[in-house]
């Protein structure tokens, strides 16, 4: 089968090479899965240079989400050969291939109401948008929810989670392009970056109070402008560092200002409490058939771009989710 690999450290577009490998197996408690999406995430890119909390030996195959065919059952696995699945891959061996072997303890049953690039990204990025605002911080219908990269794969997701929860959404976003895709998900407020002064807008869009909520993959210059526009008792929720800078809290300012900084790290949830991603995962699968939410899929394309895609995600150029279709024809679908 094809497989991308990558054999050194480096950025995605350089270092993922389109191989031809052995097709896996299903193994004991194994599924192996004929992949029919792959969606691609910014930890793809960050695995490809050698920077995310896990480093797999190399070479390996990255791509962390799949919705998938089943084709074949391993010995004591629970699974029915052409059904539709998701999951998340154990690298080495990752989604950005033809067939995979996954654990079938860890696959989910994909929503009948998405399509498979649809279904493909409704997994990791809806899921951290659930725990993040519901587990982590418990927001409450009327509260103002504020999402940095409101446009982008990870923002649009709670963008639709947060309006689902009856929040006043306000969407931060760079550039005009990405404020449509932002006012088109359902943000109340759509604030650029580049142009408007985050701050002053939020404050004025609530009274003075500051945003109840705030949902930060960013980092950087996000997370110093939400410090200081988050309300008394607000919480901010701290999902990634897509801008490539960590932040320095000043626990200070946290206490006089009566603010919670809250992490998430959704994977830790698949060892502590594997029940809870089943039980959101049904709520998703709820919301999707309602058509509450839908993964907004900006492009589809074949595996043969697969790199290309990982780096546009990794450059921050492309809005909502990119998803790697290996059965479609080349050409794409931009």
Same mark, same amino acid.
């Not at 404050?203 to 008394?232: L, N």
């Not at 801008?243 to 009566?258: D, I, R, T």
């Given at each position: 089968?094809?497989?991308?690999r990558?054999?050194?450290?480096?950025?995605?577009?350089?270092?993922?090479?389109?191989?031809?490998?052995?097709?896996?197996?299903?193994?004991p408690?194994?599924?192996?899965?004929?992949?029919?999406? $792959?969606?691609?995430?910014?930890?793809?890119a960050?695995?490809?240079?050698?920077?995310?909390q896990?480093?797999?030996?190399l070479?390996? &195959?990255?791509?962390?989400?799949?919705?998938?065919?089943?084709?074949?059952?391993?010995?004591?696995?629970?699974?029915?050969?052409?059904?539709? $699945?998701?999951?998340?891959?154990?690298?080495?061996?990752?989604?950005?291939?033809?067939l995979?072997?996954?654990?079938?303890?860890? &696959?989910?049953?994909?929503?009948?109401?998405?399509?498979?690039?649809?279904?493909?990204?409704?997994?990791?990025?809806?899921?951290?948008g659930?725990?993040?605002?519901?587990?982590?911080?418990?927001?409450?219908?009327?509260?103002?929810?504020?999402?940095h990269?409101?446009?982008?794969?990870?923002?649009?997701?709670?963008?639709?989670?947060?309006?689902?929860?009856?929040a &006043? $959404?306000?969407?931060?976003?760079?550039g005009?392009?990405?404020?449509?895709v932002?006012?088109?998900?359902?943000?109340?407020? $759509?604030?650029?970056?580049?142009?408007?002064?985050?701050?002053?807008?939020?404050?004025?869009?609530?009274g003075g109070?500051?945003?109840?909520?705030?949902?930060?993959?960013?980092?950087?210059?996000?997370?110093?402008?939400?410090?200081?526009?988050?309300?008394?008792?607000?919480?901010?929720?701290?999902?990634?560092?897509?801008?490539?800078?960590?932040?320095?809290?000043?626990?200070?300012?946290?206490l006089?200002?009566?603010?919670?900084?809250?992490?998430?790290?959704w994977?830790?949830?698949?060892?502590?409490?594997?029940?809870?991603?089943?039980?959101?995962?049904?709520?998703?699968?709820?919301?999707?058939?309602?058509?509450?939410?839908?993964?907004?899929?900006?492009?589809?394309v074949?595996?043969?771009?697969?790199?290309?895609?990982?780096?546009?995600?990794?450059?921050?150029?492309?809005?909502?989710?990119?998803?790697?279709?290996?059965?479609?024809?080349?050409?794409?679908?931009?």
């Amino acid at each position: 089968m094809q497989a991308w690999r990558v054999h050194d450290n480096g950025e995605p577009g350089e270092v993922m090479r389109l191989d031809e490998v052995p097709d896996p197996q299903a193994g004991p408690g194994q599924l192996l899965l004929r992949v029919r999406a $792959v969606n691609v995430n910014f930890p793809d890119a960050l695995l490809c240079r050698g920077q995310y909390q896990v480093r797999p030996p190399l070479p390996f &195959t990255p791509g962390v989400e799949v919705c998938g065919e089943v084709v074949a059952v391993g010995e004591g696995a629970e699974g029915a050969v052409g059904s539709r $699945v998701l999951a998340t891959p154990t690298l080495p061996a990752g989604g950005f291939a033809e067939l995979v072997a996954v654990e079938a303890t860890a &696959t989910l049953p994909a929503p009948d109401a998405l399509d498979d690039a649809e279904a493909a990204a409704l997994h990791i990025g809806y899921q951290t948008g659930w725990f993040g605002l519901h587990r982590r911080a418990r927001i409450q219908s009327g509260e103002t929810l504020l999402v940095h990269a409101a446009a982008g794969g990870v923002g649009s997701a709670a963008v639709q989670l947060g309006k689902a929860a009856g929040a &006043t $959404v306000i969407g931060v976003v760079g550039g005009q392009d990405k404020a449509r895709v932002a006012r088109e998900l359902g943000c109340d407020l $759509v604030l650029d970056r580049r142009a408007d002064d985050i701050v002053a807008a939020v404050k004025e869009a609530t009274g003075g109070r500051g945003a109840d909520v705030v949902y930060d993959p960013v980092g950087g210059d996000a997370f110093v402008k939400s410090v200081k526009c988050v309300a008394f008792e607000g919480r901010i929720v701290v999902v990634g560092f897509a801008s490539g800078v960590v932040p320095q809290a000043a626990l200070n300012h946290a206490l006089v200002k009566n603010y919670a900084i809250l992490g998430l790290h959704w994977g830790l949830y698949n060892t502590h409490d594997p029940a809870a991603i089943r039980a959101c995962h049904e709520e998703l699968t709820k919301l999707a058939a309602q058509g509450t939410v839908k993964p907004l899929v900006s492009e589809r394309v074949p595996l043969k771009d697969a790199a290309d895609a990982v780096q546009r995600v990794a450059d921050g150029v492309t809005t909502g989710r990119v998803v790697v279709v290996p059965g479609q024809a080349a050409g794409g679908d931009r």
